[in-house]
């Protein structure tokens, strides 16, 4: 998974303005435009999405980004509407849906009942299920593992630089205040005073990572053997013969979410795309390919044994699932106290 700063909600939707007419044009007859985050999650979705929707309906899938909230606004706003799906955060989906930014999903043709229900709204369907999990590098720490977010925060037993997301977005708060102990079930609202004081406690060894390419680097490398990773990026590490401890303990899991901005130009062909993007195969194929776990509850048993059991949704038991509409309704305000203490 690719992120970039989330320039569209924290300050940034003046230059969304400035860049909304790139690529316009984009979208054609007979074509749609999807638009992700890059990096190895899109070229997974092109493979199993894009190319057997277009070999089942003739419409070609034109791949676009990265995923850019001031530019989806600003497109919608003008009314030159570019993209016709785009793979957003959980938290901007359900914002987007409140400011009117996205079209109501047509469960005529997308099936809902195959859905798990935490991850489908009236405006947005699950594109893929993850969790953020403890990775470590065993050749750093031997036989001693880190098991909690309480490790990560022990720099006498565990000595280090850690890395951790970068962006203003759900995970690192939670990790801080369950490290610090708070209970799972008391983590909302966040207590922020908290949740810094802590992050205060190892902030001189934190390297921050930006994109899913970096944490694996840093892992890898042992210049942050210990930290918060998507899971799907310490799969692909596995799956390229790197050796990697993961702790599933209090993992904390969200979705990416597939939306159609509203004004869409091709928004039918659209609604077709979600249909088989989030079908059992689709799901199944794609969830094979990249770590995640799918979405569509049909889809395990379509995949080897082997792989589904090394996926989120087979490491329930002290799973903690992100509060998206809280993080909606606070983002702003977080990240403009995320980014002023970072730059402390």
Known sequence: MFRKSKIGWIGGLALG????GAGLGLAQSGSIVFTSWGGTTQDAQKKDWAVPFTKKTGIAVKQDGPTDYGKLKAMVESGNVAWDVVDVEADFAAAAAKDGLIEPIDFNIVKRADLDPRFVTDHAVGSFYY???LGFNPTTFGEKAPKSWADVFDTKSFPGKRTFYKWSAPGVLEIALLADGVPADKLYPLDLDRA???????????????TGAQSQQLLASGEAPIGQFWNGRLFALEQGGTKVGISWEQNLTAADMLVVP????NKDAAMKFLAEATSPEGQASFATDSGYAPVNVKSTALMPKDVAANLPDKHTASQINLDM????????EIGKRWYAWQAQ
Do not use: E, M, N, P
């Open 17 to 20: 303005a400035l860049v909304a």
């Open 196 to 210: 810094f004081k802590k992050l205060d406690t190892i902030k001189a060894d934190i390297v921050w990572w930006s």
């Open 262 to 265: 509203k004004g869409a130009k």
């Open 325 to 332: 509409a809280y993080w909606a309704a606070h983002r702003d």
């Open 131 to 133: 969790s953020f999990v």
